[in-house]
C-alpha cells in the first residue's frame, strides 16, 4: 500500500490501478481487524475444520482480465515478460 501511495505515477491506467489497490487494502484491514475482534469476542464461526486456501496462480481467466486492464494489444513480449516473472 505505501508503495502504491507513495509512487510518482504518469500513466493514467497505473495510477488507477494503484489507487485500487491501496482502497482495497485500507478495507480489507479493517475487515481483517473488525474479524479478529468478533473471533476474540465470540469465537469462531463454523465446525473447526480447516479450510483450503485459494491458489496465488495465474489462471487463464486472471489472465485475460488483466491482459484487458492494458488497454493495447498484449504482445507475446509482454507476455514471456509475465511468465518469467513468476
Known amino acids: 500500500m505505501l508503495t502504491s501511495r507513495r509512487a510518482q505515477i504518469s500513466d ?3 495510477r488507477e ?3 485500487a489497490i491501496i482502497e482495497a487494502q ?7 481487524e473488525l474479524l479478529l475482534e468478533d473471533i476474540e469476542t465470540n469465537g ?3 465446525d473447526g475444520t480447516p479450510l483450503p486456501p485459494r491458489t ?3 489462471t487463464p481467466e486472471l489472465q485475460a482480465e488483466a491482459e484487458a486492464a492494458v488497454g493495447r494489444e498484449v ?3 509482454m507476455r514471456e ?3 518469467s516473472s513468476r
Open 81 to 83: 515478460e509475465l511468465d
Open 26 to 32: 485500507v478495507k480489507e484491514i479493517a475487515q481483517m
Open 56 to 58: 496465488a496462480a495465474l
Open 17 to 19: 490501478l494503484a489507487d
Open 44 to 46: 469462531e464461526m463454523g
Open 75 to 77: 504482445t507475446p513480449e
Open 12 to 14: 493514467p491506467r497505473v
